[in-house]
C-alpha cells in the first residue's frame, strides 16, 4: 500500500508502466530490500526472461533502467552485480518508492529524518517570508484537512504530506521542491511504525498547526523553531517506533 500510496503524492498513480519498467521495479524492490546484496551477481537476462514471460530485449531495457539508477553495474564477461548504496540514485521517486516494499532499516530512517531537520524548519521561515496569500491558503488547507481526516490513517498521511509539500512550494526555491520524495519516503516509511493505531494520529496536529499559525503570522522565526520541535517530536517517535519493531523479529 505504501509504495502505490507513494506513487499517488508523485501523481504517477494513472501512468501504466510498460513491461521494461514493471520488471524494473520488481527487480529493484528486492534489491532495495537486501536480496541480491552489494556486491553479488543478479541473474541472467535468459532467466529473467524465462521467470517474468517476456523477451530478452524487455530484461535488457529493464536492466537499463537500474543501472541509471545506479543500483547495478554490467560487465561484459562477468556479469551483472549490485552496487554498493553509496552509488544508488536515493533521490530517485523509484528508489524511495522501493523502500516502502522493504523492512523499516533503522539507518535509513535516521538519514531521511536528518535530511528533513536541515531542510524543513529553514523551508518554513521561507515560507512564512516569501510565500504569497495562495501558497498559505494551500498551507492552511492541508492543515485543517489533517484534522478533519485524522481518523484514517491513509487520508491522514496524504494530508500530512501535502501540508510538508505545501511548505516546500511556499518557499519559493526549486531545489526545495524536489525535495518533496524524501519527505514523502519519510511520512510513508513512519506513518507503518508511529500510526498503527489511527487513534494516535491527532498527536501531532497541535505541533502542525503551530506551525501553520507561525507561518501565517509571517513570522519566520517561529515558523522555523515549531517546525524544528514538530520534526524533533516525530524523529523521537519515529525512534520508539523502530525500538519497538526490532524487539518483535
Known amino acids: ?23 524494473c521495479r520488481e527487480i529493484g524492490r528486492r534489491i ?53 548504496r553509496s552509488n544508488w540514485m536515493l533521490f530517485d521517486d523509484d528508489v524511495l518508492a522501493w523502500h516502502q516494499s522493504a523492512k523499516p532499516s533503522p539507518d535509513f530512517l535516521r538519514q531521511l529524518m536528518d535530511i528533513r531537520l536541515v531542510i524543513e524548519p529553514k523551508a518554513a521561515s521561507w515560507a512564512a517570508s516569501v510565500g504569497t496569500p495562495d501558497s498559505h491558503a494551500a498551507i492552511e ?8 481526516e485524522k481518523r484514517a490513517v491513509e487520508d491522514f498521511v496524504m494530508a500530512d504530506a501535502f501540508f510538508h509539500r ?35 494520529n ?8 503551530e506551525v501553520c499559525d507561525a507561518i501565517l503570522a509571517r513570522d519566520a522565526a517561529l515558523a522555523e523553531q515549531k517546525m524544528s520541535t514538530l520534526l524533533t517530536d516525530a524523529h523521537q517517535r519515529m525512534t520508539r517506533a523502530v525500538s519497538d519493531y526490532g524487539n518483535t523479529d
Not at 179 to 198: C, H, K, Q, W, Y
Open 1 to 23: 500500500m505504501s509504495e502505490l500510496l507513494y506513487y499517488d503524492l508523485k501523481g504517477a498513480s494513472g501512468v501504466a508502466p510498460g513491461l521494461a519498467t514493471q520488471i
Open 202 to 209: 491527532e498527536d501531532s496536529i497541535p505541533f502542525h498547526r
Open 141 to 148: 488547507a492541508a492543515q485543517l484537512r489533517m484534522e478533519q
Open 32 to 84: 532495495v530490500a537486501g536480496s541480491p546484496s552489494a556486491g553479488e551477481l543478479i541473474s541472467d537476462e535468459t532467466t529473467f526472461a524465462e521467470r517474468f514471460g517476456v523477451s530478452k530485449s524487455v530484461i535488457r531495457e529493464a536492466i537499463k533502467l537500474l543501472v541509471g539508477k545506479g543500483l547495478v553495474e554490467v560487465k561484459r564477461g562477468s556479469g551483472t552485480r549490485v552496487r554498493d
Open 166 to 200: 505545501a511548505i516546500l512550494h511556499a518557499a519559493n526555491n526549486e531545489f526545495l521542491r524536489s525535495m518533496e520524495g524524501v519527505i514523502f519516503s519519510a511520512l510513508l516509511t513512519s506513518i507503518r511504525l508511529t500510526n498503527d493505531d489511527p487513534r494516535k
